[in-house]
């Protein structure tokens, strides 16, 4: 009987899963603006989902009704081709979440393995150091410009453009935060009984880094969508075909005093979005760091 209840007072235990879901919940209740820009994250990535199940083809043409303003059949209007504004939008922002993650995802990636590489070996560091500060020293935006009219214009190459402009930065973050820790105690003391290199990186290092990167990654992604609608807007982005908010401002701005809802609908969005993810990043810094938080700010 004894044992009977000693097994199912275990059975009861939870596990480890629930346990962080339990201390992401806590850490999110505390945390009031980090959790509304996962909310509002969470809503943007529903209603791209949603335009690609219920709303019509982004590319469907409608001519008779074009140029319509927002109406109950139209809620967002129509452009000058009659197609829907609204899907149109909400479709568009299915490029730059997708834009923005897998950009987000290369850089930090790469990111980090440069930069661990540079701030332990030495002899790598002065070589790599000045690649990337060389790929620095052109502007993100003339980089993917150039980048985009070599390989030509699709989702594909975006990501590719802007993650070779945001890898330097965010090597640089890596690398600034390796060469603390490296100088550490415990990281001497692991060296001095022998572990290995990639052991070290992987043990003692990384989780050290977790919190600077994190935030970078932030700011990437904000940046990755800014430039991705920017290249789009300049007509080196994504295809005229695919919509996405960059094209639509582009298309919008001829029309711009007899249909303003064609640039007013997908600027709010970018800016709304950008918003959320910057602010985002500053609680994620401030949370993470909380000596950021008390410092004063001018």
Same mark, same amino acid.
Do not use: K
């Given at each position: ?9 275990a ?54 009704v ?17 197609r829907?504004?609204l ?10 979440l ?12 790469f990111?980090l393995v ?13 070589i ?21 009219? *070599?390989?030509?214009?699709s ?5 590719? @453009?802007?993650?070779? +402009?945001?890898? &330097?930065?965010? $090597? #640089? ?27 070290l ?7 050290n ?17 800014i430039?991705?609608?920017v ?12 919509p ?6 582009a ?9 303003p ?10 800016? *709304?979005?950008?918003?959320?993810v910057?602010?985002?990043?500053? @609680?994620?810094?401030? +949370?993470?760091? &909380?000596r950021? $938080? #008390?410092?004063?700010?001018?």
């Amino acid at each position: 009987m004894a044992m009977t209840e000693i097994t199912g007072h275990a059975n009861r235990r939870p596990s480890r899963a629930m346990r962080r879901f339990r201390a992401l919940g806590q850490f999110l209740r505390g945390q009031p603006v980090i959790l509304a820009g996962v909310t509002v994250l969470a809503c943007f990535v529903m209603l791209a989902i949603a335009a690609a199940l219920f709303l019509p083809d982004p590319a469907r043409l409608n001519p008779i009704v074009r140029l319509r303003p927002p109406s109950l059949d139209h809620w967002f209007g129509t452009d000058q081709l009659g197609r829907s504004t609204l899907s149109r939008t909400l479709n568009g922002t299915t490029v730059s979440l997708t834009v923005g993650a897998l950009v987000t995802i290369v850089t930090t990636v790469f990111g980090l393995v440069i930069g661990l590489v540079s701030g332990f070996t030495r002899w790598l560091d002065g070589i790599v150091m000045r690649l990337m500060d060389g790929v620095m020293a052109i502007p993100g935006i003339l980089l993917a410009i150039a980048l985009m009219s *070599l390989f030509g214009s699709s989702v594909q190459n975006v990501i590719v @453009a802007i993650s070779i +402009a945001e890898i &330097p930065r965010m $090597a #640089r973050v890596v690398r600034s935060s390796v060469l603390v820790i490296r100088e550490q105690l415990f990281v001497e003391a692991a060296v001095t009984n022998g572990t290995r290199l990639t052991r070290l990186l992987a043990r003692h290092v990384l989780p050290n880094v977790a919190a600077p990167v994190i935030v970078q990654a932030t700011y990437v992604f904000a940046s990755a969508m800014i430039v991705e609608s920017v290249l789009s807007f300049l007509g080196a982005g994504t295809p005229p075909t695919i919509p996405s908010w960059g094209n639509m401002l582009a298309d919008g701005r001829q029309y711009l005093q007899r249909a303003p809802w064609l640039v007013a609908f997908p600027g709010v969005a970018l800016a *709304l979005l950008v918003l959320t993810v910057n602010v985002l990043g500053d @609680a994620l810094r401030d +949370a993470l760091d &909380p000596r950021l $938080a #008390r410092r004063p700010r001018n």
